[in-house]
């Protein structure tokens, strides 16, 4: 019954921001850490920011200081603020959380994912 919907991907080019929203649904008791991950052509995936319910957050070296992870928890909302894009941060960026249902154990969910290409 959980879904966490992704929004606000797009093209932008060099320098310009795009901000990733992700809201979870569902049968939810509680949502623990939440993060963002991104996957370009030919490569893993890979974290590129993490935050836990307390608002401790931790980010990927390659986006350290152009990158914001925030969360907004009454509505159950994760938000990626992304500043001075680089073409190297093209990928398909996706949300995950960890949530605990009314009857799941802590379990982590992901999103459909959305597309952010950075054009030169």
């Known amino acids: 019954q959980v879904q966490l919907v992704e929004s606000g991907g797009g093209l932008v080019q060099a320098g310009g921001s795009l901000r990733l929203s992700c809201a979870a649904s569902g049968s939810i008791f509680s949502i623990n850490a939440m993060g963002w991950y991104r996957q370009a052509p030919g490569k893993q995936r890979e974290l590129v920011a993490h935050?836990?319910?307390?608002?401790?957050?931790n980010y990927a070296d390659s986006v350290k200081g152009r990158f914001t992870i925030s969360r907004d928890n009454a509505k159950n909302t994760v938000y990626l603020q992304m500043n001075s894009l680089k073409p190297e941060d093209t990928a398909v960026y996706y949300c995950n959380a960890d949530i605990t249902g009314w009857r799941t154990r802590e379990f982590d969910y992901w999103g459909q994912g959305t597309q952010v290409t950075v054009s030169s």
């Open positions: 935050i836990t319910s307390g608002g401790s957050v």
